[in-house]
């Protein structure tokens, strides 16, 4: 985390506050950060935080809402994802003053039902991919609305301009290498101007982390708003924005669950192999068990064991995009990630199993409890009942 904050976070936060310094209201971004990364910041990166409390204080940094545990909950529990959407909505309140409107799933992740979810818990967007076989013929660069709930607002991530900069930047062997500000703005000038909105998604460490400062990608960071304004007619907006000032042209199907990752956009990354499946039913297994279970450290390891990243370490798929997953993975095999996952797993099923016994238990005493204050309760109607019929009878 030191090592991340150094390169990447506080840098690139003091870019953007430098950035709003400059131009004031004119320029946006928003941030989506899940609650687990919030503990991180708290407990070894302090000075993160206040550097993102900073850019909150300027009115021009938006918040999402996403789950606590950046884990694959949407696709096994609404109760549960609802908590933790809950409880990652509120560690944004309480660090940066902001309730979120706009909600981004783990990883992108969305599909008709997971939108009409967050539908229901009052959302009024979500982030997702402008996966190509979803879109057909469409272009990412409109407004759409949830097949299920047209309540809902959907902003789709224009991939290809995204992806130039968070994993193209610094590549030799791209035609485009390498890539500056006016490259870029030509691009986006290209654009049909029928189409109203460019959404450029991308992990925050692609400044700094995945794309080193010496590629040049801070230097296109400070740069872009400048060209922006000067060789274009866009604009910045955050996410809220964009859904208050564009009316959206269309409901998007998507009726199987799509994501930002690899090739196929969907779900292979985390849920692509048996090893993946097993792992990801057994530690859901366990949902019905912590329900009697109240340990704070218990429950503290449970928001960490369904992040995502675990099940990723597990992926198998070695082709177009093997190298991103090696370079995102500590483990030297899936097999190898697997196996210590499992083990933590097991420990911490049995850990869940006393800490649940005890709690029965202590139930079932405090019931026996109840059971004879109830018998002396009767006791005393039955001997207050006998006096009242001596009393009769005298």
């Not at 990752?261 to 292979?268: F, V």
């Amino acid at each position: 985390m030191r090592k991340v904050a150094e390169k990447c976070y506080l840098p690139a936060n003091q870019v953007m506050l430098d950035l709003i310094n400059a131009y004031g209201k004119k320029f946006k971004i928003a941030y989506s950060i899940s609650g687990v990364c919030l503990d991180q910041f708290e407990k070894y990166v302090p000075d993160v935080l206040n550097s993102f409390k900073k850019l909150a204080e300027t009115g021009s940094v938006e918040f999402l809402a996403e789950t606590y545990s950046h884990s694959l909950v949407a696709l096994k529990s609404k109760e549960e994802f609802k908590n933790q959407v809950k409880a990652q909505t509120q560690k944004i309140k309480d660090h940066f003053g902001k309730i979120p409107k706009v909600f981004r799933n783990t990883e992108l992740i969305y599909s008709d039902e997971i939108g009409a979810m967050v539908a229901e818990m009052g959302y009024k967007g979500i982030l997702t991919e402008g996966a190509k076989h979803v879109l057909g013929w469409k272009s990412p660069n409109f407004l759409y609305t949830n097949a299920i709930n047209p309540k809902l607002l959907v902003l789709l991530k224009n991939f290809t301009l995204s992806d130039d900069i968070a994993f193209r930047f610094s590549n030799r062997d791209w035609a485009e290498w390498p890539l500056t500000t006016s490259k870029f703005i030509s691009w986006i000038n290209a654009i049909n101007q029928k189409e109203e909105i460019i959404n450029l998604f991308m992990d925050y460490e692609t400044f700094g982390e995945h794309q080193w400062a010496d590629t040049g990608i801070f230097d296109f960071l400070r740069d872009l708003p400048h060209r922006v304004f000067t060789e274009s007619n866009f604009v910045f907006e955050t996410p809220s924005e964009v859904i208050h000032n564009h009316q959206p042209i269309a409901p998007i199907h998507v009726p199987y669950p799509i994501s930002w990752a690899d090739e196929e956009r969907d779900l292979t990354a985390w849920l692509g192999n048996e090893l993946q499946h097993d792992a990801f039913n057994k530690l859901y297994d366990l949902l019905d068990r912590l329900k009697y279970c109240d340990d704070p450290e218990i429950m503290r390891d449970w928001k960490f064991l369904q992040t995502s990243d675990h099940f990723y370490y597990m992926c198998t798929k070695w082709f177009s995009d093997g190298d991103v997953h090696k370079y995102f993975n500590p483990y030297d095999t899936p097999y190898e990630a697997f196996i210590n996952f499992m083990n933590i797993l097991s420990d911490f099923e049995m850990r869940v199993d006393n800490a649940s016994r005890k709690k029965q238990k202590s139930k079932a005493k405090e019931k026996e409890l109840s059971e004879d204050e109830l018998k002396t309760l009767i006791s005393g109607y039955q001997n207050q009942l006998k006096k009242i019929k001596t009393k009769k009878a005298g």
